[in-house]
């Protein structure tokens, strides 16, 4: 986005089609994991074009050539509960050996303010570049906030992916961590009065695990 040189919004046919079954509320939760899972492994190619690559000697069946691969363990995924575990199969498809940590935060009803309540980190995780989740980028409190904690524990390369953003939440990201790349499939209009993102698509986690 121009306004924040940091937040990329995808503009990819594939992901508006995903996007536009997820929003739907005739979407079943098998199939709404489902297009999670895979609109965040289209992301997760996309938010790698600068990834740092090591050179490797591989034999063909023809000779010997050197080519480049990310190195092993190098990348860690920290999902924010709950709704963000639904996006970590989508990376794993990328980085199979990718180590997973947990932040757990919570919104006030009354305050809307994000309280955090759980977080369990990967042992060396200030040397991997990390993927933070959420899939839905709303008031941008907890996403902002668990930014900290990542930054407290030492982290310098990490990413922000949502599958759908507020205005607020961008604004919010961008000033207190202008340092972290935000990626977003979609940018929605708004938010109501109870902090939900219109038109959105609803509570994401709710959907993903049938709890309404």
């Known amino acids: 986005m121009q ?10 046919p ?18 709404f994991r489902e297009l999670i899972e895979e609109i965040t492994t289209v992301m997760t190619y996309e938010s790698m074009r600068d990834v740092e690559l090591e050179p ?10 050197v080519q480049y691969r990310v190195p092993e363990e190098s990348v860690a995924i920290v999902p924010i509960l709950r709704a963000g575990l639904g996006m970590v199969n989508g990376v794993h498809r990328v980085f199979p050996t990718a180590r997973v940590g947990h932040i757990g935060m919570y919104r006030n009803e009354e305050t809307l303010e994000p309280q955090e309540y759980y977080c369990k980190l990967p042992e060396g995780i200030e040397e991997k570049t990390v993927f933070l989740v959420d899939p ?22 990490i990413k922000f992916m949502a599958i759908i953003a507020a205005p607020q939440g961008i604004k919010t990201l961008s000033e207190r961590h202008p340092d972290v790349p935000v990626y977003v499939s979609t940018l929605d209009r708004e938010l109501n009065e109870q902090g939900y993102i219109l038109p959105g698509l609803g509570d994401a986690g709710d959907r993903l695990y049938g709890t309404k």
């Open 14 to 31: 594939l992901i508006k089609h995903k996007v536009s079954i997820l929003r739907d509320k005739n979407t079943g939760m098998k199939e």
């Open 56 to 65: 490797v000697e591989v034999e063909t069946p023809l000779e010997k050539t």
């Open 136 to 157: 839905m980028l709303a008031t941008g409190g907890s996403a902002a906030d668990a930014l900290d904690v990542l930054k407290k524990r030492g982290c310098k390369k």
């Open 3 to 12: 306004e924040y040189p940091n937040v990329f919004v995808f503009d990819h």
